[in-house]
């Protein structure tokens, strides 16, 4: 095993670790979102927008982890 296959394991490791925050942030945003549309279903509307917005803005943080993969992993593409 050479260190080139290190590498592309240990980048693979990494965007494993990085994916495993924001999956626990969607769980947590939408859990308390339903928490809170069950306790005041009138702001149902508000809190659904609210909740996608933080959804997306988690979304993100699991993208740069990807894109920080690539970049720092050595993730050669053929062209």
């Known amino acids: 095993m050479n260190l080139a296959e290190v590498m592309g394991n240990v980048a693979s490791v990494g965007y494993?670790?990085?994916?495993?925050g924001p999956g626990i942030g969607v769980g947590i945003v939408a859990g308390k979102t339903v928490e809170?549309?069950?306790r005041q279903p009138e702001l149902?509307?508000?809190l659904r927008t609210t909740m996608i917005l933080g959804i997306a803005f988690t979304e993100?943080?699991?993208?740069?982890?990807?894109v920080a993969?690539?970049?720092?992993g050595g993730i050669k593409f053929s062209g």
Request: hydrophobic share 70%; net charge neutral; glycine share 22%.
């Open 16 to 20: 494993g670790l990085a994916a495993i």
């Open 36 to 38: 809170a549309m069950a």
């Open 44 to 46: 149902s509307g508000q």
């Open 60 to 66: 993100a943080l699991g993208l740069l982890g990807l």
């Open 69 to 72: 993969g690539i970049m720092f």
